[in-house]
């Protein structure tokens, strides 16, 4: 099967508005005959399923916990970007697009980007309309930030919880349509399978997580906006619900999955305290605009920091290393995430980290504190050489920028960030990869659509900070409605899809035979006990840096631990009531196939590109060395029954408007 | 550290429940309160016992689905945090720890520590949302500028996680604050203005349909909650209802 993204023709700034003039529309009687099903209720689904039922169509959404409110896009911390140029400092949809595309390391479709950077502006107009409370300055206007990767400030926020506000201004748009009974919500329900009648997706079996039934659910499109994969690491900062069933399934029934090895490590996380350690906390990245990233600059100063002979401190400015500033003058400590990434693993591997474990680096606000508290002094007329005023002043803008980071700091570490410089260590954070989509973000089953972070398709092999939310609104709000209007138009007479079709019933079969096998093994060890396991061969393999050697290798322990897993896994309790151990086997399953597809595409990928760091291939500076060659193409796999045998489909990456480089941030 | 918990076990909705003991080893002053009951469901797995069921998500207090009520407090003893970020370190060596679920009216039990919050959805169905179409053609976001004093008030009543805190802790398992957090978010800007009347009436109707107690201003939702929502929430909310009522 060759793929085709159906980019449309025309220069790419006129793609999306050609495509939007010349597509086949749903008059709004027709749509009230239309089911459309939505798994996820995050930024993407959320938005999505609310604008779909503002269009007419009858919305189904699906969540796993008890409120859509509660999807992990609400942990989002730094921001949102748009490319409203209200800063004045020379930003433009090309200058997003193409920042977006340098920092995906050219391994991300053009027509796609595009749309993103032209749609983001409105993004930002919806969502104060919905009255999501975004930052503003003394003048009433809204306020800016910076990222890491690009040279304007075009990062919208709302303090350190811009997920959290923009995912309830999605919420609220669904509670009005559920209000009104366009969108029927299904609180505390999995998707377990999708089900394809005639070649196009028309349902899914769900199971209801509180009296464990098992439900068919149809429509005559079905949207997966489910999240990414990155607790396939076990420890991530995902929430430890975040899952790759939904993905998975579709996944197994015909959808490509593409570029699963583009894994974002995010810099500034929380590192792991012990063995007892169920997820990792992300800090940040908007802590980079005031943050200076450092290690010490002697040996035996980290020895005697990690000894507890010393503290942070105690060392004077000759004596630290600031080492982004110093290897990437440029962008200093707003480098983009996988190159801050590498470099504080290589200063930890080097022997300066600065924590028992030696995997931490410093994060420090001390400068911060006192540029903020000298133009401060100064403005209200006090005196700025008073070094204890400066800082009271200081620590006070400080905290009214990052206040709830710095608490949730205090609360996990017990240490008071604004007197000590925070630590850090980079933590899984993130999937570029994800279903392959076409253009209409469409996958390669006919009606299946997939949207946010659960698609592969804007980001390449790195995401930017504030991106994510930006993508995951701008596909449910501004492009899914229209794309899934054209596939839908020929659909006008169908009528109700019937659960009896033998299709459904097959599908409700295979799901309960896997749930009574789970419930019936009585092997000898819990699901988390596999799950940590497998975390470990991730981590220890397919992390941060990779060879063939330990790929191929992980790809062997994966399978066998899977085989392990069928054979000893313990699930207490009944199919048929609440059974959180259940649901937990049931994920873990998938993400035992879909690490090893992982490990395998990674294993593939002869080059280094953003979140793929390849050990073989780097530049004698230690940066990743991409093959444009060989490797510039999207890489969809296949499934034929196992992982291992997965069959590569390569999307040919073409870029017209941008010119391929090595990415320098120097 | 070694711990006594008495925890809340209750098969289903049907079921009568009641305490049982636990005792537990080992529990180290770093790990997060769920994680000690990670490492407790651990050990009634291994010994053919069935789980502890509470429920959890983000682990990073802000999906608001944690829902423990510890030693007779939301979220237990630490201020401004959820369960999920309440560390042992709070607790003491050979401490006997009780571990219940949310209780409130409105708030039944599933199983063992998992309440259903539905009622707080429906609340926010009545009325929790300005009325706008996604369209692409809003007005250009700057248009309307907001006082930054308002602007922050409103993100501070925004703040609010849904936990459920404020209630499970008033005697009258009131749910005012959690309301009127959503009423004054949108109170306090101009685009919420619109539908102020009708918003705050729905949703004080809903919230009484669902069985939540009157608010007597004791101040103990405002203790309790893991996010500060202020109490002077309540006061807005009560001088929008009054007036809606006397337009309606």
């Keep these: 099967m060759a793929l085709d993204s159906k980019i449309p023709n025309g220069p790419v700034a006129d793609k999306w508005t050609n495509y939007k003039d010349h597509i086949n529309l749903v008059n709004p009687a027709n749509k009230r005959n239309l089911d459309i099903i939505v798994v996820g209720t995050g930024l993407a689904g959320g938005s999505a399923a609310a604008t779909l039922a503002e269009l007419g169509y009858n919305v189904k959404a699906f969540c796993f916990q008890d409120s859509p409110r509660r999807a992990h896009s609400i942990a989002a911390q730094g921001g949102i970007n748009a490319a409203k140029n209200y800063k004045g400092d020379g930003d433009s949809v090309y200058r997003l697009f193409y920042d977006t595309v340098k920092g995906g390391d050219y391994r991300a479709r053009e027509a796609n980007v595009y749309r993103l950077a032209e749609v983001s502006a409105n993004i930002i107009d919806q969502c104060v309309a919905q009255g999501v409370p975004l930052a503003r300055e003394y003048g009433g206007l809204l306020d800016n930030r910076s990222f890491g990767g690009t040279l304007v400030s075009r990062t919208f926020y709302a303090q350190g919880q811009t997920g959290q506000q923009l995912l309830l201004g999605a919420y609220s748009a669904m509670n009005r349509q559920i209000g009104r009974g366009k969108v029927k919500m299904y609180n505390r329900h999995e998707m377990l399978d999708l089900v394809i009648v005639d070649g196009k997706a028309r349902g899914i079996i769900a199971r209801n997580l509180i009296t464990g039934e098992i439900e068919r659910h149809s429509a005559h499109a079905v949207v997966i906006g489910s999240g990414g994969y990155g607790n396939v690491f076990f420890l991530s900062t995902n929430a430890m619900g975040s899952n790759a069933t939904a993905a998975w399934k579709i996944h197994k029934k015909g959808a490509f999955f593409a570029n699963p090895c583009y894994t974002q490590i995010h810099p500034t996380c929380i590192p792991v305290s012990g063995d007892h350690q169920s997820k990792l906390t992300l800090m940040s990245e908007s802590l980079r605009n005031d943050g200076r990233i450092w290690v010490p600059a002697k040996l035996e100063d980290a020895k005697a920091i990690r000894e507890g002979k010393k503290k942070a401190t105690d060392l004077s400015e000759s004596e630290r290393d600031y080492f982004l500033e110093r290897r990437y003058p440029a962008f200093g400590n707003l480098v983009p995430r996988d190159v801050a990434s590498r470099a504080a693993k290589e200063r930890c591997d080097a022997g300066f980290g600065v924590n028992k474990t030696g995997e931490a680096v410093y994060l420090d606000f001390a400068a911060a504190i006192k540029r903020y508290g000298t133009e401060e002094a100064y403005v209200k007329g006090h005196d700025a050489n008073d070094a204890a005023l400066v800082t009271k002043l200081g620590t006070a803008i400080v905290k009214s920028k990052y206040g709830n980071l710095f608490q949730m700091y205090l609360k996990i570490v017990d240490e008071d960030p604004y007197v000590t410089p925070m630590m850090i260590y980079p933590a899984v954070h993130y999937t570029m990869g994800g279903t392959w989509v076409d253009y209409n973000l469409m996958t390669t089953i006919p009606g299946c659509f997939s949207i946010g972070e659960s698609n592969f398709s804007d980001h390449g092999a790195n995401r930017l900070g504030a991106s994510a939310l930006m993508q995951g609104l701008a596909d449910g709000y501004f492009v899914l409605p229209y794309t899934i209007g054209d596939y839908l138009a020929p659909d006008i007479k169908m009528g109700e899809i019937s659960t009896d079709l033998p299709e459904f019933v097959e599908a409700e079969k295979n799901v309960k035979d896997q749930i009574e096998r789970f419930i019936n093994n009585k092997g000898t060890h819990s699901v988390d006990y596999f799950h940590k396991k497998l975390g470990k061969i991730m981590w220890d393999k397919v992390g941060m840096a990779r060879n063939a050697k330990g790929l191929a290798e992980a790809i062997e322990e994966i399978a066998a631990l899977r085989e392990e897993f069928y054979k000893d896994v313990k699930v207490p309790g009944s199919a048929n009531e609440f059974n959180q151990e259940l649901e937990k086997a049931t994920r873990v399953a998938d993400f035992l196939e879909l690490g090893e597809l992982f490990a395998k595409d990674a294993l593939h990928r002869n080059e280094s590109c953003g979140g793929h760091f390849r050990e073989e291939y780097q530049t004698e500076e230690g940066e990743a060395l991409r093959d444009d060659e060989n490797f510039a193409y999207v890489a969809a796999w296949e499934y034929k029954g196992k992982p291992s045998d997965a069959v590569l489909h390569k999307e040919a990456l073409n870029y017209e408007n941008i010119k391929l480089v090595q990415r320098s941030y120097k | ?248």
């Design chain 2, 1 to 248: 550290m070694k711990l006594t918990l008495k925890i809340w076990r209750q098969k289903n909705a049907q079921d009568k429940g009641g305490i049982v003991d636990y005792p537990i080893d080992g529990i180290e002053p770093d790990m997060s309160f769920l994680e000690m009951l990670d490492v407790l469901n651990e050990q009634l797995i291994n010994k053919g016992d069935e789980p502890v069921a509470f429920d959890h998500d983000c682990r990073e207090g802000i999906c608001g689905m944690c829902s423990l009520f510890i030693n007779g407090e939301a979220h237990g003893p630490d201020r401004g945090v959820t369960t999920c970020q309440l560390h042992m370190r709070m607790f003491k060596d050979g401490d006997t720890i009780f571990i219940e679920p949310f209780r409130a009216k409105a708030f039944p039990v599933i199983k063992d520590l998992v309440v259903d919050r539905s009622s707080f959805e429906r609340i926010q169905h009545a009325g929790g949302f300005i009325s706008v179409n996604t369209s692409g053609n809003t007005i250009d976001a700057n248009t309307i500028p907001i006082n930054k004093h308002d602007a922050d008030k409103s993100f501070d009543a925004a703040a609010c996680i849904g936990c459920g805190a404020c209630v499970a802790t008033c005697k009258n398992s009131s749910a005012m604050l959690f309301v009127s957090a959503k009423v004054s978010q949108y109170a306090l800007l101009p685009q919420g203005k619109v539908e102020a009347v009708d918003r705050v009436l729905n949703m004080v109707h809903q919230m009484d349909a669902e069985g939540f107690g009157n608010c007597t201003n004791t101040g103990a939702c405002e203790v309790e909650c893991p996010k500060g929502i202020s109490l002077e929430n309540i006061a807005r909310m009560n001088r929008e209802y009054l007036a809606a009522s006397l337009k309606g």
